[in-house]
């Protein structure tokens, strides 16, 4: 079950259908092998990249996802996740990282790398010049050290919403917190990338509280 890629590469999950899941969880529950594999190769990069996140070693974080699909192909007979797969393996691996940090009294911070292909804050890449290719650059060098230095929780929202592409909804059940307070935390953080980016680029070029 283990994926040995050196290090784990940060990317969206796939986007698959509602019914798709529920198909799944149906099969799992009745011990289909190829439902599992599929949940497993759906999820599994996306949500070590999002493990790392807190953990900072790809090690750890691939350890901890197999936890969180070790439990339940060995309690899948009763598994029923009522807000969705997706939404519960996020969850649950939120869960395992911070016992985690907890057991190893670990103190590093949840970081983001996030990449161009994942926030886009310009012109098409396509239609860059040379001087626009540097401008670009330096604009997604400096959104990563802004998010990096965005609260804990307000930049696991900014994880959740940008690069795993979850709704509010998603993200207020991963995190156990009010959709209103998702709302408010995105808010803050499109605010806080506005002042620190504002030297960069015209504000209208920064993403919108929709992306």
């Known amino acids: 079950m283990r994926s040995r890629t050196g290090q784990i590469v940060s990317r969206s999950s796939l986007l698959v259908p509602d019914a798709a899941e529920r198909e799944w969880v149906a099969r799992i529950r009745l011990a289909d092998e190829g439902a599992f594999k599929s949940l497993f190769q759906a999820y599994y990069a996306s949500l070590c990249a999002f493990v790392q996140s807190y953990v900072r070693s790809p090690d750890l974080a691939e350890e901890l996802v197999q936890t969180v699909f070790l439990q339940i192909w060995q309690h899948r007979a009763?598994?029923?996740?009522t807000t969705g797969a997706r939404a519960y393996l996020f969850a649950a691996c939120r869960n395992q990282a911070?016992?985690?940090l907890r057991h190893e009294r670990v103190v590093a911070r949840a970081a983001q790398r996030a990449t161009r292909e994942e926030i886009t804050l310009g012109a098409a890449a396509a239609r860059m010049g040379p001087d626009e290719?540097?401008?670009?650059?330096?604009?997604?060098a400096a959104l990563r050290e802004a998010v990096d230095r965005l609260p804990e929780r307000r930049r696991i929202v900014v994880i959740l919403r940008w690069q795993q592409q979850m709704s509010y909804a998603e993200i207020a059940?991963?995190?156990?917190?009010s959709v209103k307070t998702v709302e408010v935390q995105m808010g803050r953080a499109l605010a806080f990338f506005r002042q620190q980016l504002a030297h960069l680029r015209p504000q209208d070029s920064l993403p919108s509280?929709?992306?």
């Open 98 to 100: 911070l016992g985690a």
């Open 173 to 177: 059940g991963v995190l156990g917190i």
């Open 133 to 140: 290719e540097v401008q670009a650059s330096e604009l997604a």
């Open 78 to 81: 009763t598994w029923e996740p």
């Open 209 to 211: 509280r929709s992306m």
